[in-house]
């Protein structure tokens, strides 16, 4: 059973032993920084691919970062035999049910959209997460309009977009989010 | 004790959840689908498991004064080793799983199971104990996940198989309670038959 407890063994066990456990989480941090970064990497380039026109430059080796209502906007420029075929922006909102909400915007050079894929978002499975791509056409709706005559707000805040049926909130955030990115496109020109 | 019993009491008759009522808060929180209650399970397991090693290895060195800090720190290294290890290579569960992972820390399972089993067992059934335990756990939460999941979306899985939107109350919080309320009350009426 335990030993007696006297000042310097109490001390030094603790030493080792928080000793040993940073040695330990040294070594799995070092072992997995790589894949961490990697998988962080593969799934922004997979939204961006999935939401522009066909590429053959490497945005993500290009990235501008840009600092836009009190958060961080990344473009990432996509180009085909050198000539500019639309810009992907990682775009953010606050006001999403669950908190932040990250979205890739691919729009074309003309300034439509091309297409929008959720980056990360804590929405409420089985609601709020319908604005995934896989789980709901939600962001089919987006696809070719041009937010200068498409009004980016759910029908019932006077807009053009249909909600995720009892989403309104995350459907909001999500709106707010694309309009942000083409606010901050159009203003960068980028 | 045999080894077997040791192993399977972890399922019902000390079911963390049904019976002991430990570690609700991810429970509550994670098992909005089946696969998110297996993963935080699996989890949770691994870091029993391997606790429980190391705690009933060092058990006899540490002073009693220092005994639960020095629980504590066994934990959270090993909470951390799996919180990297899945952001590295499930990044979409764990994306998912969010804060609860971290949080495993803190899951009175872990410390409970350390202070009550392993300090004062040997490794084997200490190991033995920690995996019967975490696989309780885990059947536990992959059950309530996949409740709240059939009811609330009609899937299992992910794989839906009703179609529509479901009881949309389920896969928020108040049906967390719900169905766990329901669930301990079948399991309670299991084991009174069974006694």
Redesign the interface.
């Known amino acids: 059973?335990?030993?007696?407890?006297?000042f310097s063994?109490?001390t030094l066990?603790?030493l080792v032993?928080?000793l040993l456990?940073s040695a330990?989480?040294g070594f799995?941090?070092e072992l997995?920084k790589?894949?961490?970064r990697k998988?962080?990497e593969a799934?922004i380039n997979t939204a961006i691919s999935n939401v522009l026109p066909e590429f053959d430059n490497q945005p993500s080796a290009e990235a501008t970062e840009v600092q836009y209502d009190g958060g961080t906007l990344v473009f990432y420029n996509a180009t085909k035999g050198g000539e500019k075929v639309g810009t992907a922006v990682k775009t953010f909102s606050n006001n999403g049910f669950g908190g932040l909400i990250e979205l890739m915007v691919g729009f074309n050079a003309d300034g439509t959209i091309h297409g929008i894929d959720v980056v990360?978002h804590?929405e409420?499975?089985?609601?709020g997460d319908k604005m995934e791509t896989s789980k709901s056409g939600f962001s089919v709706q987006f696809q070719g309009v041009n937010p200068e005559d498409f009004k980016i707000r759910v029908k019932k805040d006077g807009g053009d977009v249909d909600a995720i049926?009892?989403s309104t909130i995350s459907s909001r955030a999500y709106c707010d989010a694309v309009q942000r990115a083409y606010n901050a496109l159009k203003e960068g020109g980028k | 004790m045999s080894q077997l019993s040791n192993f399977t009491k972890g399922f019902l008759r000390e079911n963390p959840v049904f019976v002991l009522l430990l570690g609700m808060c991810p429970t509550l929180g994670t098992t909005?689908?089946a696969i998110?209650g297996m993963g935080m399970g699996l989890a949770t397991t691994f870091v029993l498991a391997m606790s429980n090693v190391v705690i009933s290895l060092?058990?006899?060195?540490?002073?009693?004064?220092?005994?639960i800090?020095?629980f504590i720190?066994?934990i959270?290294?090993f909470v951390?080793?799996i919180d990297?290890?899945m952001?590295?290579?499930l990044?979409a569960l764990h994306?998912?799983l969010?804060l609860f992972i971290p949080l495993i820390v803190v899951n009175c399972i872990v410390l409970g199971r350390a202070e009550a089993f392993a300090?004062k067992n040997g490794v084997l059934p200490s190991l033995i104990d920690g995996l019967g335990m975490g696989l309780g756990f885990t059947f536990a939460l992959t059950l309530l996940g996949a409740t709240r999941?059939l009811l609330?979306?009609g899937a299992i899985f992910g794989f839906k198989f009703i179609s529509g939107?479901?009881i949309?109350v389920f896969?928020?919080a108040p049906g967390a309670f719900f169905a766990l309320g329901f669930l301990i009350l079948i399991m309670n009426k299991l084991a009174k038959k069974q006694s």
């Open positions: 059973m335990a030993k007696e407890s006297t063994n109490m066990t603790l032993i928080t456990s330990v989480l799995v941090y997995t790589e894949p961490i998988a962080q799934k990360s804590k409420t499975p089985g609601l049926t009892a | 909005t689908s998110n060092i058990a006899g060195l540490i002073p009693a004064k220092v005994r800090p020095s720190v066994v959270a290294a951390t080793v990297l290890a952001a590295g290579f990044p994306s998912q969010g300090s999941e609330g979306s939107d479901g949309l896969v928020l």
